[in-house]
């Protein structure tokens, strides 16, 4: 479960949940347990794909050089992947984004897809980590679209 918060006029804060059914809780929403918050894509941490990348967790990778993601380090937290280098991601969402690298995109008519990894021409794809990769990881204020007019 992901939930979005406008912090201020130039801002927003996202959370997610991941469920975790071996809590077996008799009210079922206490099961939810809360995996982070995210109010920036910290642009400045960029390590290629990153010894925090966990596609397949077995433990959760955290990065403690993010400040504008806070993992929780909770023990009701099953092994999750997170996002690119660490970055607040739901549990169901790929490993190579964010929360906000995301929903950042969103804007109408629409004229970048929702990550790099689904641009339709694997030959136009950038790579992970360079300067056309960071496009989805920089901090676009609200209100601003993610592909500006020139």
Not at 7 to 28: A, I
Not at 60 to 85: A, V
Not at 141 to 149: K, L, M
């Amino acid at each position: 479960m992901d939930l979005l918060v406008k912090q201020s006029k130039e801002h927003w804060v996202f959370g997610s949940y991941q469920y975790n059914g071996t809590l077996n809780k008799d009210n079922k929403w206490a099961n939810l347990v809360p995996i982070g918050v995210q109010w920036g894509n910290d642009p400045e941490v960029n390590d290629g794909w990153g010894a925090y990348t966990n596609p397949i967790p077995i433990v959760t990778r955290m990065n403690s050089d993010l400040k504008e993601t806070i993992i929780n380090d909770l023990e009701e937290l099953p092994p999750t992947h997170l996002g690119w280098n660490g970055r607040l991601n739901g549990p169901a969402d790929k490993y190579l984004s964010s929360c906000m690298s995301c929903h950042m995109t969103a804007q109408v008519p629409v004229k970048s897809q929702m990550s790099p990894l689904f641009i339709p021409d694997p030959h136009a794809r950038p790579a992970v980590g360079d300067a056309m990769w960071m496009k989805w990881f920089r901090n676009v204020p609200c209100g601003e679209p993610f592909d500006r007019s020139e």
